[in-house]
């Protein structure tokens, strides 16, 4: 949400308004979004909507083709 504030002798805030959708709030986590430190962007971390059926490979010592 954005509202267009007004500063001086008081305080005025406007009509606030949807900046985008997004489901933050469909699940429970500490971390569901963060902002850009010039607020031109966010980062928001939402849920898989589909399981995949890719296989996921692990590399076990990983560390000692490094040795190469």
Known sequence: MSV?????????????RMLFETRVDAYAANN?????PDGQRFLINVPVETQSSSAITVVLNWTADLKR
Not at 4 to 16: D, L, Q, R, Y
Not at 32 to 36: H, M, P, Q, T, V
Request: glycine share 16%; aromatic share 12%.
């Open 32 to 36: 569901r979004y963060g902002a850009s």
């Open 4 to 16: 267009e504030i007004k500063t001086g002798a008081t305080f005025e805030a406007g009509v606030p």
